[in-house]
């Protein structure tokens, strides 16, 4: 007997736990409550206040004040984020404003988990900030609410989550979701139609797994006392659902490798006999979690280590513009090195976090993106009938959404309507160019954009026109070597989406040969089958020298079935291309002048270096703000340059107006970042008589401009250089204006960083330093 809840398929699971066996599915519907709420938010003074006191984002602090209240409200409260950096950053800021919260996630030891757990239940803590590790199984009674932080992404994680709430039958299970953008909300209303509807995702099993089968081949011989018949095995593994339509040849190909390795040896015809080698790799090996490299992540402004990242992250994940969470704190990738260390700069805009550290956000599905795709259009037909305020006050109505939120989503699909851009659905991809840009709105989710994604770039690298290209759920955007004003569009969008057979295969061709990370995979099958010691150090040249080494073996075979199921889907592009092709879907095209779409900005700000550049003029209060928060939050090191004393790690914003040396009181004091320890270095060189390098010679001079800042405007000559692209000399002027206010400071700084991102790359000097030098 198999008990299960919030499947999508339950016949699916009856025959992985039936077999071969007669099965008989019995669904016992019972009526259940469920309430679901999405608020999202918008700052009010309150929240600017919570945004200075804590470092963090205005937005980020509405979403924590929003939970505050909320754990007022309730007797006992669950409180879901989809990662475990997320879920320590808002435990950490949550335990600044209250003490009754506790953090619970798979890192943890057993002990502490056990702890909180036991703290929970007695009522010593009012809520408890959890991944999915308390979305099965615990039973809380008191449990009156559930907080999902962001959208859950999928429709099975949000039943099981609410449903940890009114664990009865005779109480409603009542969940909010706290939504932190556009994108972010109307995902959160998709899933919450979709779970009204019990619209759940299609179960993802492995069918023919080669590892597991090689380890299973080894098991069944070893139940028999070493050796079998291959005849009995095979009748044995194929009794198991998942491989109940095994390939006589591929099963005879893993045999075979099995033999090339020692592992197992044929006897006497068709009998499998197990070597002393291969029973210490069938022990060796009972899990199949794969063992990690860990690559260190090391701060550029200070130079210093703030965290690791793991190997399945960095295979599949990292790319320079990355943002991620680490240690609790947002960061963005500038340069990963050839010895494998992250280089990485502080960012604080909360939109744009995936987690960086053991395991990575669920993706979200096709199904989800598709019914977001349709609420757009929906969106669409409703303005395009009644006019804006019309359509505001409909929503506010039918949506399970805060009033603010509502008129918020429907304004942003109004300002994209008003651009004149056809709105991207569930059956419309939109081709936007702006700039050097190409923005494809594409309602397909994050695995199916990724896939469409690469093998567009394919297309594109062919042409010699990609630089860089990013995706998400929503959209993928290319930057191109040249400015989309050069090109015809609308040939181009023809080009890359009406493909004819030939054509798509070539590319998905290409993209099984050189896109797909088969060597991240080949590493970790090759443990499982063991022609690898687990737990292997690997660069990832070496990593990925595993696809020349394994070549036609079923390590190779292995590798591409696992690529193909994780992380692309080939015959949902294959489906897409076909639908393109008789028209079922629209490819229009759009070209942005003046700023992007509304629809085009949020991936644009994850990605782009200035999303400043492209903001629309309603958000550079915010900006301002951000800027500001940011500034203050920098880590910096003061150096006094008449005693030498060395001042470690100050917070900008916790300076006071006027800085002074705590040893001799003097005023010259820098502000150091990355070069902080050289020049420190190189001023006791200096203090002592002797001689310096050019290069610390240079590092001095520019620390004393900016010492002779601090003397004269103090902590905001601390701020202005700070700021990306301002220097001595300019922050010098800028300083020189004697601002009345620090919002018309930020302003002139801001339009200060913007004109050196504007016209660095025509300049012959090298780049600067991000940042503090």
């Known amino acids: 007997v198999g008990l299960s809840a919030t499947v999508g398929e339950p016949k699916a699971i009856a025959r992985f736990f039936g077999g071969t066996r007669p099965l008989e599915v019995v669904a016992a519907p019972l009526e259940k409550r469920y309430e679901y709420r999405v608020e999202?938010?918008?700052?009010?003074?309150?929240?600017?206040?919570?945004?200075?006191?804590?470092?963090?984002?205005?937005?980020?602090?509405?979403?924590?004040?929003?939970?505050?209240?909320?754990?007022?409200?309730?007797?006992?409260?669950?409180?879901?984020?989809?990662?475990?950096?997320?879920?320590?950053?808002?435990?950490?800021?949550?335990?600044?404003?209250?003490?009754?919260?506790?953090?619970?996630?798979?890192?943890?030891?057993?002990?502490?988990?056990?702890?909180?757990?036991?703290?929970?239940?007695?009522?010593?803590?009012?809520?408890?900030?959890?991944?999915?590790?308390?979305?099965?199984?615990?039973?809380i009674g008191t449990v009156d609410r559930v907080v999902q932080y962001m959208s859950p992404r999928q429709v099975t994680s949000l039943i099981q989550r609410v449903g940890r709430s009114g664990h009865r039958l005779d109480r409603t299970s009542k969940g909010t979701i706290l939504a932190v953008s556009a994108d972010d909300a109307i995902e959160s209303l998709a899933a919450v139609e979709a779970a009204r509807e019990q619209d759940l995702e299609p179960l993802q099993l492995h069918r023919n797994a080669l590892d597991v089968l090689a380890h299973q081949i080894v098991g069944c011989a070893l139940d028999a006392g070493g050796t079998r018949p291959w005849t009995e095995v095979l009748e044995i593994v194929r009794s198991a659902d998942p491989y109940r339509d095994l390939d006589d040849a591929q099963a005879r190909k893993v045999v075979d490798f099995l033999d090339h390795l020692g592992i197992v040896r044929r006897?006497?015809?068709?009998?499998?006999?197990?070597?002393?080698?291969?029973?210490?790799?069938?022990?060796?090996?009972?899990?199949?979690?794969?063992?990690?490299?860990?690559?260190?992540?090391?701060?550029?402004?200070?130079?210093?280590?703030?965290?690791?990242?793991?190997?399945?992250?960095?295979?599949?994940?990292?790319?320079?513009?990355?943002?991620?969470?680490?240690?609790?704190?947002?960061?963005?990738?500038?340069?990963?090195?050839?010895?494998?260390?992250?280089?990485?700069?502080?960012?604080?805009?909360?939109?744009?976090?995936?987690?960086?550290?053991?395991?990575?956000?669920?993706?979200?599905?096709?199904?989800?993106?598709?019914?977001?795709?349709?609420?757009?259009?929906?969106?669409?037909?409703?303005?395009?009938?009644?006019?804006?305020?019309?359509?505001?006050?409909?929503?506010q109505e039918a949506w399970p959404l805060n009033k603010t939120g509502a008129k918020r989503i429907v304004e942003e699909h109004a300002n994209h309507r008003k651009a004149g851009a056809p709105m991207p659905t569930d059956d419309r991809i939109v081709v936007e160019a702006f700039d050097r840009f190409l923005i494809v709105h594409a309602s397909f989710g994050e695995i199916v954009n990724e896939t469409l994604g690469d093998l567009i770039e394919e297309l594109l690298a062919r042409k010699h026109l990609v630089r860089f290209w990013w995706t998400d759920a929503y959209r993928i955007l290319y930057e191109l070597v040249a400015d989309t004003r050069e090109l015809d569009v609308q040939g181009l969008a023809d080009e890359l989406f009406r493909l004819d057979d030939a054509t798509l295969e070539d590319g998905l061709k290409a993209l099984l040969e050189d896109h797909l990370p088969l060597g991240y995979y080949m590493k970790g099958i090759a443990e499982r089958f063991g022609a690898l010691p687990r737990g292997l150090a690997m660069g990832e040249g070496e990593m990925n020298s595993l696809e020349v080494r394994f070549a036609n073996t079923p390590?190779?075979?292995?590798?591409?079935?696992?690529?193909?199921?994780?992380?692309?889907?080939?015959?949902?592009?294959?489906?897409?291309?076909?639908?393109?092709?008789?028209?079922?879907?629209?490819?229009?095209?759009?070209?942005?002048?003046?700023?992007?779409?509304?629809?085009?900005?949020?991936?644009?700000?994850?990605?782009?270096?200035?999303?400043?550049?492209?903001?629309?003029?309603?958000?550079?209060?915010?900006?301002?703000?951000?800027?500001?928060?940011?500034?203050?939050?920098?880590?910096?090191?003061?150096?006094?340059?008449?005693?030498?004393?060395?001042?470690?790690?100050?917070?900008?914003?916790?300076?006071?107006?006027?800085?002074?040396?705590?040893?001799?009181?003097?005023?010259?004091?820098?502000?150091?970042?990355?070069?902080?320890?050289?020049?420190?270095?190189?001023?006791?060189?200096?203090?002592?008589?002797?001689?310096?390098?050019?290069?610390?010679?240079?590092?001095?001079?520019?620390?004393?401009?900016?010492?002779?800042?601090?003397?004269?405007?103090?902590?905001?000559?601390?701020?202005?250089?700070?700021?990306?692209?301002?220097?001595?000399?300019?922050?010098?002027?800028?300083?020189?204006k004697m601002h009345d206010t620090d919002r018309e400071l930020l302003n002139d700084l801001f339009e200060a960083k913007i004109k050196y991102i504007t016209t660095r790359p025509y300049w012959n000097e090298p780049q600067a330093k991000p940042k503090m030098y």
Not at 305 to 326: D, Q, S, T, Y
Request: contains cysteine.
């Open 555 to 736: 390590i190779e075979d292995e590798a591409v079935r696992e690529a193909l199921l994780l992380h692309a889907d080939f015959d949902r592009v294959r489906h897409l291309v076909r639908r393109i092709r008789t028209g079922e879907i629209e490819i229009a095209v759009h070209r942005s002048e003046e700023t992007p779409t509304p629809l085009a900005y949020p991936i644009l700000r994850r990605y782009v270096e200035a999303p400043e550049l492209f903001s629309p003029e309603a958000e550079r209060e915010e900006i301002l703000e951000r800027m500001r928060l940011s500034l203050a939050s920098e880590p910096v090191h003061l150096l006094c340059f008449e005693c030498g004393q060395f001042h470690e790690e100050v917070r900008v914003g916790e300076m006071p107006e006027r800085p002074e040396c705590e040893k001799c009181g003097s005023r010259l004091l820098t502000a150091l970042g990355w070069s902080a320890w050289t020049v420190r270095d190189a001023l006791a060189k200096r203090m002592r008589k002797v001689d310096v390098s050019d290069e610390e010679r240079k590092l001095l001079t520019r620390a004393k401009q900016v010492a002779d800042l601090v003397a004269v405007y103090g902590r905001r000559a601390v701020f202005a250089n700070s700021v990306y692209g301002v220097g001595p000399t300019a922050a010098s002027k800028i300083l020189a």
């Open 40 to 139: 999202w938010p918008r700052p009010i003074d309150k929240d600017f206040e919570t945004a200075r006191d804590l470092y963090m984002s205005p937005e980020a602090a509405a979403g924590l004040n929003a939970i505050d209240d909320l754990l007022d409200e309730s007797r006992s409260t669950l409180v879901f984020a989809n990662a475990r950096p997320l879920v320590e950053l808002m435990g950490s800021r949550l335990a600044m404003v209250r003490q009754d919260v506790g953090v619970h996630h798979g890192s943890l030891p057993r002990e502490e988990r056990e702890r909180v757990e036991g703290s929970f239940k007695a009522g010593d803590m009012k809520a408890l900030v959890s991944t999915s590790t308390l979305e099965l199984g615990l039973d």
């Open 267 to 395: 006897q006497g015809g068709e009998a499998l006999r197990v070597t002393p080698k291969g029973r210490q790799y069938y022990f060796e090996n009972l899990s199949t979690i794969r063992d990690e490299r860990r690559y260190r992540v090391v701060d550029l402004t200070s130079q210093r280590p703030v965290g690791i990242l793991g190997e399945e992250f960095m295979m599949l994940k990292a790319r320079k513009g990355l943002n991620f969470i680490v240690r609790g704190r947002p960061w963005r990738i500038h340069e990963i090195g050839p010895d494998g260390v992250v280089y990485v700069t502080p960012v604080v805009d909360p939109n744009a976090l995936i987690p960086g550290w053991d395991g990575e956000m669920m993706p979200v599905p096709f199904g989800l993106a598709q019914r977001v795709g349709r609420l757009r259009k929906t969106i669409d037909a409703r303005l395009a009938r009644d006019g804006p305020e019309a359509a505001i006050k409909h929503f």
